[in-house]
């Protein structure tokens, strides 16, 4: 039984200037620290539409701190970033940058879905109202309107009979899907995935992984943290290796695992594959 996603279609309701013609994310020269730690140390790259890449390294390299500054959740300190066109967090007018406020962010991270390791649902409401709430809430959308989507989502994450389930009553794998489905609700352009498969039970990983794979199948721009070499092998459209705050080597997915460039990626690898 195949499931789908439509295509993230263009870009929902204009948070921007956002042109829908260049990269999806660009990065350039991105630097971060938290207080004297330099913790990306000038991060350059692109995720064109529709691309799938995957970031792996070792622990504290700085792969979700990056994720994070994407998402408006860390500023970076030098460098620029753009989303679909858009700086992140400033505008522009003239020579002079502006920071954005408030409501100006806040249209910027409606458009990216962040999924995270541990799955965050709201412990008081059932699987549909959790995937209901951010477009009734932050939209205001018709709740008609938004549980016919939900509900079609829920069924797209394979777990129709779970609509009135609160997440206690969840598994790890299935309260994961629910928090894809809840992101995908926003009608994201980009999804961020932080080791979404980190916390769970080896048997529940395959469902999620299948999840994400229909995701990219179908069109969707994605940036993976993962541990998953398979997944990053047979689904990414690219592979990054980070340590300590750079990207040490990158490439297509197949050429980066099975011929590193690097020697540290080849003693990561060593260690993981
Ligand atoms: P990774 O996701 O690759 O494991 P992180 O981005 O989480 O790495 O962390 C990179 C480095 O930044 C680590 O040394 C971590 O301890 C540090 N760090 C992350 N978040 C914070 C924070 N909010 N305050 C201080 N240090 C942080
Ligand atoms: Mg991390």
Known sequence: DSVGFGSGSGSPS???????????VRAEGVHKFFGRLHVLRGIDLEVEPGEVMCVIGPSGSGKSTFLRCINHLEKIDSGRLWVDGDLVGYRQRGEKLHEMREREVAAQRRDIGMVFQRFNLFPHMTALE???EAP?????????AVRERAMDLLDRVGLSEKVAS??????????????IARALAMEPKLMLFDEPTSALDPELVGD????????????MTMVVVTHEMGFAREVGDS???MDAGAIVEQGRPRDVLTDPQHQRTQDFLSKVL
Do not use: C, T, W
Request: glycine share 18%; aromatic share 4%; net charge positive.
């Open 239 to 241: 592979l990054v290796f």
């Open 130 to 132: 959790n995937i209901m």
């Open 14 to 24: 204009g948070s921007g200037s956002g042109s829908g013609s260049g990269p999806m």
């Open 136 to 144: 009734v809430q932050v939209r205001g959308e018709s709740k008609a």
């Open 166 to 179: 609160y997440p206690s009553q969840l598994s790890g794998g299935q309260q994961q899907r629910v928090a």
């Open 208 to 219: 999620v992984l299948d999840v994400m794979r229909q995701l990219a199948v179908d069109g």
